[in-house]
């Protein structure tokens, strides 16, 4: 009777829950119907129109000229949105703008490149999937969500969730690295964490999904460059993670810049429409990047700007970003009923879909609150959070003779390298909001430990010039005056600290290498000073994998400190003398030299595998296959051993088990790897494929058994035509800490 009446129950709650979300998305219908049809063509064009910040509205209005024509499109209800205006102050009257002048007052949507962080900065990306923790990678969004919020914002655009396999290419620095499974965990931790569970909160932000898609295959790791790839790639690799986002309820998407095997992607009517909004079932809305439907021109798609905007809102690209060609031709197009106007009402509501999401209906000023700001920009609480991050995000790649952790007092250091005393590197790449020079600096985070004597050194200039994201850095490669002096400190220093890579804007946008080595003259700076004292502890910094094999053939200690945002030197100062005990793992991996690019561990077994007697094999005559460091790889101060690995499967279920020990003598964390191997399928599956992990903290002599659980979601792939297969048959289980070192069971499914 019991049963029957908590059943009962159950069934109440349930239906009273599905009929107040049909009820709310009903008048969320009606809504946005019913003003709808209070619009006229041109405002619904303009909904579909962003703009970029373009005058301090604190000072005078524009008078003449373009930025006349812009503030009277805001007046006029003819701008949907903007980016770059930014503070609490300035969105509210921007709003004001739009709200008490237009015919129906409809709020404009402000959005940003809250990448990684706002004013507090966050490690970059790349480097939050380096610690493979959800949780703080969801709180760092968090963190970023509440800054920016504070200051006027409402929608953000990240993630950015392109998977790529070259080092070249600079953007893979705002991404989450080679792995689609990794990528696809982490791209749904980022939208949870900026847009919480209440998109109504003053304090959570629409995230926005980019870039759709494939643009993290740019051949040659050239930026903005053609990707061509096939069907298998874009759908297992490729899109996977796009669509973890639709899952977790992303309100945005993003276009890319490149063109997929011929058609720009603001233009691929397949990805939008078909994919996306088809059988994703996304109803936020797409906007362009940036310029991007004028450049279906300059692709050699449309003959000219109206042709670029008859494709772009045909394929779905629902708002113009800095095109200015939806505003410019739209109208004509549908008189000339080259484009219908079901193609331009679907894309205004899926915008105002969004604003109502928002709440921006209810107080388009919702934001705007300048106490707040003050209140929450670079809290001593988001500092913790972005120093906690930056901790969990460095990786030990090296540590022979156990040379870390250094000793905390007693002995002469010398701290060597330009980035050493940068203030600015560590930030990163996408810095819009951040203070000029707010890093911690790795010199100041050693001056904690005050125990030990510092002397510093530049050794050589990395860049000269202007540190800035609309210029390139000029890299030094003809001063070498330092090198002499570097030599001296390091001659007479018990431990050298060098602090090499590259510079926070030599990855991201528009960054892309040629060479992966250490820049400019710091692989010499490094050599001379390795000559006069080996005991090298380098700390690299960087936005991407670099091909730093000499060093690793040389050097005792590395650590992978990439560019960890505004607590950067306490953090690396924490690892270096052992206050945190580093646990981040690679999410891409480092090649040997440029030429091993693309390098992923879950490559396909080709028809020629491995021979070592014979030459015809696919290999390189010159260099080995394996990769300097692979995915998934990094130490800590202390080790850990797997064992006792148990997979037992049931009607396509897979239980598996194994026992980790750890085996050093500090305490630590492990983050637990499990990939699979599909030995025949139907379309040739990678040799390893990631499909799980567990981070877990061990205390020192502490044994864990983790376990995992394997269904047909894990097991199975999508075919040729997007359709998600499972075969059964046999399969590798394989658990380890990289996926290079794994213990390995066959099974037959
Ligand atoms: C980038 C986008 C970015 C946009 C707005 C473009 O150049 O590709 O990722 O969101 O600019 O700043």
Known sequence: MRIIFFIYLFVLSFITAFSQGTEASFKEDQFIDDLISKMTIEEKIGQM?????????????????????????????????????????????????????????????FGYDVIHGYKTISPIPLAEAASWDLEAIQQSARVAATEATAAGLNWTFAPMVDISRDARWGRVMEGAGEDPYLGSRIAAARVQGFQGSDLTASNTLAACTKHFAAYGFVESGKDYNTADIGTSTLY????????????????????????????????????????????????????????????????????????????????????DMESHAYKEHLQSLIEENRVDVSVIDEAA?????????????????????????????????????????????????????DILPLPKSGKKIAVIGHLADSESSPLGNWILAADDNSAVSLLEGTSNYSGNEYSYTQGVRLYEGREKFIYELKINTEDRSGIEQAVALAKESDIVIMNLGEHGFMSGEARSRATLGLPGL????????????PNVVLVLQTGRPLTITWADDHVPAIINAWQLGTESGHAIAQVLFGDYNPSGKLPMTFPRSVGQVPIFYNHKNTGRPYDADLVFWSHYIDQTNAPLYPF???????????????????????????????????????????????????IVRPIKELKGFEKVSFKK????????QLTEKELGYFDNQGKYTFEPGKFSIMVGGNSADLIEQVIEL
Not at 362 to 382: F, I, V
Not at 701 to 708: Q, Y
């Open 632 to 682: 998934g790889y990094g130490l800590s101060y202390t080790a850990f051993e797997y064992k006792n690995l148990s997979v037992v499967s049931s009607q396509n279920t897979v239980d598996v088990s194994v026992t980790v020990t750890n085996t050093g003598d500090y305490d630590g964390e492990e983050i637990v790897q499990l990939y699979i191997r599909d030995h025949h399928a139907s």
């Open 49 to 109: 129109t962003q703009y970029t910040g373009f005058f301090d509205i604190t000072g005078p209005a524009p008078e003449s000229g373009d930025n006349k024509r812009k503030y009277d499109d805001i007046k006029n209800g003819l701008v949907g949105s903007m980016l770059n205006v930014k503070g609490a102050e300035q969105v509210r009257e921007m709003q004001k703008l739009a709200v008490e002048n237009s015919r129906l007052g409809i709020p404009m949507i």
């Open 236 to 319: 297992n690799v490729v899109l996977p993670p796009f669509k973890a986002t639709v899952d977790a309820g992303v309100m945005t998407f993003m276009n890319s810049f490149n063109e997929l095997n011929g058609i720009p992607a603001t233009a691929d009517k397949f990805l939008q429409r078909n994919i996306l909004k088809g059988d994703w079932g996304f109803d936020g809305f797409v906007v362009s990047d940036w310029g991007s439907i004028d450049e279906l021109v300059i692709h050699g798609y449309a003959e000219d700007a109206e042709y670029a905007a008859q494709y772009a809102a045909i394929a779905g690209s629902d708002m």
């Open 701 to 708: 002599g502490e044994t864990k058994t983790v376990k995992f």
């Open 522 to 533: 710091q692989q010499e700076l490094l050599e001379a000073v390795h000559e006069v004292n």
């Open 349 to 401: 509501s899926r915008i105002l879909r969004v604003k109502y999401r928002l709440g921006l209906f209810d107080d388009p000023y919702r934001y705007c609150n300048e106490a707040r700001e003050k209140e929450l920009t670079m809290s001593k609480e988001n500092r913790d959070a972005s120093l906690e991050m930056a901790k969990k995000s460095i990786v030990l790649l090296k540590n022979d003779q």
